[in-house]
């Protein structure tokens, strides 16, 4: 037994060492420099700047909301809100007194700004709290106050938030949705109302 | 519940039905020690590795060698990274000038990537350095794996190997499951991650001005190398707190769909691999079988739940399903089955937020690691998990019958049963003690965050967790502290070898016992009949121990849900 003890050693210590070169540095390395070369856009994390070149954020990763005049993300539990250095979901339970006060707080602010059915990703937290998207029936809910706030017509932001609809995969995969980021993006780039709505 | 969601689990298992094969071909290469053709490629750093460390690949072990072996390996590895993770203040690769972490919290995350359960009391982009994520935990990611599969195929040889005193050698079945499976596997499967959208970068962090002129640091690093084997490994740790939430690991529809196969991959292969050892590949797809009848049930109870919804939003006049810790992207169906397959298998990664499922939608990932996590399970580990019910489904079978019972050419005696009694006890022994321990102790009562019964869920979740070696949670408690890293630490240590060690000398056992020819009084093992006793087996033996459980917690949460009662 203390033979076979003694015997293990050897391989186990040069096999750490070696794996810890191969799977620790070696791998992961190797992949970052051809990440890099080949797609060098997403391996940074799918970065938008805009037309200075400055980083607004990312494709990806949902951001906070509070001007009438954009599109708001989901609520967020992420921080103190889409802290992009924090991710995390609310993990409240399904019988949380804690839960019925925020999605009835966030639901009298939702009806009081405008009248109609909000959507259920309006009102849970995401479970990264980074969720760059809502579905289009949320978007649909909030064009009326953002048209109204951008002094635009409802019917041409409604039709902005089609353009922006991304649909299931095949078919199947996934769920329709609107990435709240690219969406607000194209809303200041509409010729002539940018400027205006503005925070 | 909508068609797309059921063409989604349909599809699923379709999928992974097709995949068994190809993969458990592969596998069953390796197992034999046959060539491949990555051998051409690989094969000098195999045959340097071997002679860098003294090995020699050809020496046969017995099972007490071979665990002993493993122990070693184990223990050097668990060392290693505890010394990386409390001396990560002075390693390199460490801009945002992270401290060490306490020594509590470093033995815990040591034993946690050690034992392939890769519980996580930490928020990876907060806590952690690349270096740390890289170093640390990617080799555990690998070897933790790569060393389920090895104990799996020495317990194939132990049912295929007559009378014969040894079960393979435990360095070269590791060394070459990682180079010639896991590393390649790895590489493609990241370069598809990266190209969805998962970075892949030293940069720890970036700064972005939002559109509304505030400031938003974005976390980055190395993550589709980790992300790759954390799903095919069954490993779980995600590099981010919100883990394949994360729009960063998991970015699209179409990656979430591939994380949930990669699961499952490796696991639905060895099944088709010890039904190939041992002479008979129907054995392997009865096994599978049995594994897909319990998955489905799962999956279709936590959709149906999950769809459903919960009271206190249907009371306040939202409608539909449960979307409270669930990403858009992937909608309600995708975050369901995710959560089963992550918990069927040891895998822990979590694509929504457990903790906030209904009730009973909670309750089925609960179950599938209380029930030792042998529906596919985690590499190696799900099938030698599946492979000890079996033992006992033909004992159970045997006495009915009153014969000597039989599997796949070996005589199943006292000795096994009670080994594999012995391993399958550690779970109950386990995960309802410390919750025990934990639900009266004021430090354990310290960590829920939710009150009431759903409070009584988050521990019981997390010592399933940890015992099954899963590592996902009910992640509203607070585990971060001395007392729930200690008690974990053990659990997990205790989940994973407490079960190897005996499924060795189970190996060690049959390989020496001769070789028993079916005949017209064998109870057959691969047909309907079969597949149903060993689900019964499953649900009674492992199942029904943990009724009580669940009655304090997620059957009691419902019920107050129902109830319209709040805490």
């Known amino acids: ?199 | 519940m909508t068609v797309q969601g059921w063409i989604l689990i349909l599809l699923y298992t379709a999928l992974l039905i097709a995949i068994a094969k190809p993969m458990g071909m592969w596998l069953f290469a390796l197992y034999e020690g046959r060539a491949t053709p990555l051998h051409r490629v690989l094969g000098p750093v195999e045959r340097g590795f071997y002679r860098l460390s003294g090995i020699d690949p050809q020496a046969e072990q017995g099972w007490r060698k071979y665990a002993l072996h493993m122990l070693v390996f184990q223990l050097a590895l668990l060392l290693f990274t505890y010394a990386i993770l409390r001396l990560q203040a002075v390693l390199p690769l460490n801009p945002r000038g992270l401290a060490g972490i306490g020594a509590d919290g470093a033995m815990n995350t040591a034993i946690s990537f050690t034992t392939n359960t890769n519980w996580q009391w930490y928020s990876g982009e907060v806590a952690l350095s690349n270096f740390s994520q890289m170093i640390g935990l990617t080799i555990h990611n690998f070897l933790s794996a790569a060393t389920g599969i090895a104990v799996a195929f020495a317990l194939f040889r132990g049912f295929a190997r007559r009378e014969t005193a040894t079960v393979g050698n435990f360095w070269a079945d590791c060394t070459r499951v990682t180079l010639y499976l896991l590393l390649p596997a790895c590489v493609i499967y990241a370069l598809f991650l990266i190209a969805s959208g998962v970075p892949q970068t030293l940069a720890s962090s970036i700064d972005a001005t939002t559109l509304e002129g505030a400031k938003q640091t974005i976390a980055l690093g190395p993550v589709a190398s980790q992300e790759a084997i954390k799903m095919l490994g069954t490993n779980g740790g995600g590099f981010f707190n919100a883990n394949s939430a994360h729009p960063f690991e998991n970015p699209t529809a179409l990656t979430n769909l591939v994380q949930m196969l990669s699961i499952f991959a490796l696991g639905a292969g060895l099944a088709w691999c010890f039904g190939k050892a041992v002479g008979n590949t129907r054995q392997g797809w009865a096994i599978l079988a049995a594994m897909m009848v319990l998955f489905l049930a799962g999956a279709g109870v936590t959709y149906w739940q999950e769809a459903a919804g919960t009271s206190l939003f249907h009371q306040l006049g939202i409608a539909g399903g449960n979307l409270e810790g669930k990403e858009v992207r992937f909608g309600i169906a995708a975050s369901a089955l995710f959560s089963v397959i992550t918990t069927a298998a040891s895998c822990g990664a979590v694509n929504a937020m457990h903790d906030s499922f209904t009730p009973l939608g909670g309750m089925i990932p609960m179950i599938n690691m209380q029930l030792g996590e042998v529906v596919v399970g985690g590499v190696g580990a799900g099938i030698y998990g599946f492979l000890l019910f079996a033992t006992l489904a033909v004992f159970v079978a045997g006495l009915m019958v009153g014969r000597t019972p039989e599997y796949v050419g070996k005589k199943i005696e006292a000795k096994e049963v009670k080994l594999a009694v012995l391993a399958i006890a550690v779970l109950p022994l386990c995960i309802l003690g410390f919750t025990a321990l934990s639900a009266v102790l004021p430090a354990g009562l310290a960590g829920p965050l939710n009150k009431g019964p759903h409070g009584f869920s988050e521990i019981l979740y997390a010592f399933a967790s940890g015992t099954g070696n899963n590592g996902s949670a009910f992640a509203g408690l607070t585990a971060g502290t001395p007392f729930y890293n200690g008690l974990l630490s053990v659990a997990m240590w205790i989940g994973r070898f407490f079960m190897i060690v005996p499924v060795l000398a189970i190996a060690g056992s049959l390989a020496a016992k001769k070789y028993t020819p079916e005949t017209a009084g064998s109870f057959p093992t691969t047909g309907p009949l079969w597949v149903g006793l060993l689900v019964a087996v499953i649900l009674i033996v492992g199942g029904l121990t943990f009724l009580p459980s669940l009655a304090l917690g997620p059957i009691a949460d419902h019920l107050a849900m129902i109830s319209g009662q709040l805490f």
């Open chain 1, 1 to 199: 037994m203390l033979n076979d003890f003694s015997s293990a050693l050897r391989p186990a210590l040069v096999l750490t060492v070696l794996f810890a070169l191969l799977l620790g540095i070696a791998y992961p390395l190797a992949l970052t420099g051809v990440g890099q070369l080949v797609f060098p856009r997403q391996a940074n994390g799918s970065l938008l700047r805009d037309g200075g070149g400055r980083v607004i954020g990312s494709d990806l990763i949902g951001q906070s909301f509070t001007a009438p005049g954009y599109f708001h993300g989901r609520p967020s539990a992420a921080g103190t809100g889409y802290d992009a250095s924090a991710s995390s979901g609310s993990n409240l339970g399904p019988a949380s007194q804690v839960l019925a006060d925020r999605v009835t707080q966030d639901l009298a602010t939702l009806r009081g700004e405008q009248a109609g059915k909000v959507a259920p990703d309006q009102v849970t937290a995401s479970a990264s709290g980074l969720d760059p998207h809502i579905s289009p029936e949320a978007a649909l809910f909030q064009a009326p106050r953002v048209a109204r706030a951008r002094g635009l017509p409802v019917a041409r932001v409604t039709a902005l938030v089609g353009e922006h609809r991304e649909g299931r995969l095949l078919g199947v995969l996934g769920e329709p949705r609107v990435n709240v980021l690219e969406l607000n993006q194209a809303l200041d780039s509409m010729a002539g109302t940018g400027a205006q709505a503005r925070p």
